[in-house]
């Protein structure tokens, strides 16, 4: 809904003026909201860090964005090559892209296309440096849609994020940080005849996360083709950090692709002894069932955690829970209520979305009962600077009636989590 009354907004009422509103309507730069929030803002701040270690916050799910128009100002160097972004993202003839791909570009601080992988970094960079204590942030590539010849489909490919692009940025960032804060996720599409040595490599390279995007890159999780690519991800302690549920904010160039999101299709991955955290807990749309009955993903990743053989090895993130979805952030209490999930999961943001001003939950969530009137004027402020921070400290005052809100360990490094007597992943903690 929110995406058909920003179309007619857009529509009705011109684009300029609208691009900031809708998207980056942000009130200063994030050094100044120290100086410019309210009491209350800032009193929210330093609840959502009790019982928190700042320096241990772990931030599992920020998106690299790159057209290959280079770095030199925040890095002093050209961008890496292969970065791209679809054409019809910036065509009229496709407005149901073109106008959200607008919006999110100015939430990211991206206001000239010829300088859009600088501007991007540059902001990101200036978020993070504002963002309290030494917490890490996962920074992800994302590879290009493969066919079923393991070649890429440029046409089917809505963003391709190489490796190289999104290590080299997370160094150079790191480099002008007091201590390293961005931590790089390589993607590779395990139909590609060169998947295994691309792993390796970088994992040669210290990296230790693959990001996929089943239903964008065309994986499907379940396929048999891909047992030996599993495989070797155990043996190498590679952790899969993979989307669930449905997709809207990319491309999928095939429908019936929405399926490869169900999270039922990783038990392949889990039986290989891969650990997997499921992106966004299945949040959006259905999927078939053991039975082939249409069922809400979300039920279907509530099944998949319940299972006693994948504990140790299956987590979930909570990226995306922030977006002013109603139904979504009413299953916001699930996590809050049921406690075996508190060992299980981690935080991701899914920057740049918190930072789209239409998306912006806090109505919706005082309308809820999760958060007062009161809180969601003093969040909006937080907003205003650091959408990045607003993003945590959301999750972090959402409360139920009981005053119950979600439990500080979602909130650091999945190897700072319990480890239970079934963990047949144990040995990937550090």
């Known amino acids: 809904m929110a995406r058909i009354v920003l179309l007619l907004m857009l529509l009705l009422g011109g684009c300029d003026s609208l691009y900031r509103q809708l998207g980056g309507n942000f009130l200063g730069p994030p050094g ?15 609840q959502a860090f009790a019982g928190i270690d700042a320096d241990r916050l772990a931030d599992y799910h920020v998106h690299a964005i790159a057209m290959g128009t280079g770095l030199e ?14 054409p019809a993202r910036f065509s009229w003839l496709n407005p149901r892209w073109k106008i959200p791909t607008a919006v999110l570009m100015s939430a990211s601080g991206i206001s000239n296309l010829g300088q859009a992988d600088d501007q991007y970094a540059g902001r990101l960079f200036d978020l993070v440096r504002n963002f309290p204590g030494k917490g890490v942030f996962y920074l992800l590539a994302l590879d290009a849609y493969h ?31 007091p201590a390293p804060r961005f931590v790089p996720v390589i993607s590779v599409h395990p139909g590609r005849g060169d998947a295994i040595d691309e792993m390796r490599r970088h994992h040669q390279a210290g990296v230790r996360f693959v990001k996929w995007l089943p239903n964008v890159m065309n994986i499907d999780p379940a396929l048999a083709d891909y047992e030996e690519f ?26 019936d692709h929405q399926e490869f999101g169900n999270p039922l299709r990783l038990s392949r991955a889990l039986g290989a ?5 499921m992106a966004h807990s299945g949040r959006d749309g259905e999927g078939r069932d053991e039975n082939g009955a249409g ?63 239409y998306l912006n939950p806090t109505a919706t969530l005082a309308d809820l009962g999760l958060i007062t009137a009161e809180d969601a004027r ?27 809100r979600l439990p500080a360990s979602m909130f650091l490094s999945i190897d700072d989590l319990p480890a239970g007597p079934g963990d047949r992943c144990r040995g990937y903690r550090r």
Request: hydrophobic residues 40%.
């Open 73 to 86: 100002d925040t890095c002093g160097r050209a961008g890496a090559a292969g970065a791209y972004i679809n």
């Open 147 to 177: 066919g079923a010849d393991g070649r890429p489909d440029w046409e089917k490919t809505d963003i391709h994020i190489p490796n190289q692009f999104v290590i080299d940025l997370a160094g150079c960032l790191n480099d002008r940080l």
């Open 230 to 255: 599993y495989e070797e991800m155990a043996r190498l302690k590679m952790t899969l950090l993979t989307h669930t549920g449905l997709e809207t904010t990319l491309r999928v160039a095939d429908a």
């Open 273 to 277: 002894g891969v650990r997997v955290v």
């Open 378 to 404: 003093a969040l909006d402020e937080i907003y205003g600077y650091n959408p990045l921070l607003f993003d945590f400290v959301v999750k972090r005052t959402v409360r139920l009636p009981d005053g119950r």
């Open 295 to 357: 069922t809400p993903n979300f039920e279907l990743f509530l099944r998949m955690m319940k299972k006693p053989e994948y504990e140790g090895c299956l987590f979930a993130d909570i990226s995306g829970w922030s977006i002013d979805d109603r139904d979504s952030l009413a299953n916001l209490k699930v996590f809050i209520e049921d406690r075996s999930l508190a060992g299980r999961t981690v935080n991701g943001s899914d920057y740049p979305l918190p930072a789209a001003a």
């Open 32 to 46: 100044q909201l120290n100086e410019r929030v309210g009491g209350k803002a800032r009193e929210l701040i330093r």
